[in-house]
């Protein structure tokens, strides 16, 4: 499978935000992202972005993080999980999390702490890795895998 790696450092959450918009704008259906990084390192705010590119509203858009999911329906359906209150792959199969992903089968599944069940994702992803560099800045990682997502970084980094 084609591969490509990206990496960028926002100065800020609109950075992020719009960094995120650029990909959503471009994410067709069955589209799974990954997103990796500590806490507050900025998922969420990413993920508000790719809602956007997707034409939703980011006052729609919170950590889902009692309810495991949210749902957002845009240009596509966005099933939003943060798996914050889950420990691993195991645990992830008992809160459905398959479920989930078979249900953005046409849409986008947007997924916060993903480290913990990447094995049950599909081989075709885009792993977004957050890093910490200052308070307002961070080191994004892009690692696409699958034509699509290669594309998609492709045409980010030309722009
Ligand atoms: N460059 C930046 N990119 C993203 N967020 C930033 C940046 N600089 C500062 N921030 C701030 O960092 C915080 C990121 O919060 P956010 O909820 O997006 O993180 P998170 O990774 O989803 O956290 P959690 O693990 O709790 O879900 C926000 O308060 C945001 O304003
Ligand atoms: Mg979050």
Same mark, same amino acid.
């Given at each position: ?11 800020? *959450?609109? %950075? ?7 990909? #959503? ?15 507050? +390192?900025?998922?969420? +705010? &990413?993920?508000? #972005?790719? +809602?956007?590119?997707?034409?939703? *509203? ?13 749902? /957002? ?10 798996? /914050?209150?889950?420990? =691993?792959?195991?645990?992830?199969? =008992? @809160?459905?999390?398959?479920? /989930?992903?078979?249900?953005? $089968?046409?849409?986008?599944? @947007? @997924?916060?702490?993903?480290?913990? @069940?990447?094995?049950?994702? *599909? ?8 890093? &910490? ?9 892009? %690692?696409?895998?699958?034509? $699509? ?11």
């Amino acid at each position: 499978m084609s591969e490509r790696l990206s990496s960028v450092v926002t100065r800020g *959450p609109s %950075a992020t935000r719009e960094l995120g918009e650029r990909i #959503g704008e471009e994410l067709g259906p069955g589209s799974v992202i990954a997103l990796i990084g500590e806490l507050g +390192c900025g998922k969420t +705010c &990413f993920t508000k #972005g790719i +809602c956007a590119g997707l034409a939703i *509203p980011k006052k729609q858009v919170n950590s889902p993080t009692f309810a495991f999911v949210n749902e /957002y329906h845009g240009r596509l359906l966005v099933l939003h999980l943060d798996l /914050y209150r889950i420990e =691993d792959a195991s645990t992830g199969l =008992d @809160v459905g999390i398959m479920d /989930y992903l078979a249900r953005a $089968r046409n849409g986008v599944a @947007v @997924v916060e702490w993903a480290e913990k @069940v990447l094995p049950l994702l *599909p081989d075709e992803r885009l792993v977004v890795r957050f890093e &910490f560099l200052s308070a307002r800045k961070r080191r994004i990682e892009l %690692a696409a895998s699958g034509a $699509r997502f290669v594309r998609i970084l492709r045409h980010l980094e030309s722009r």
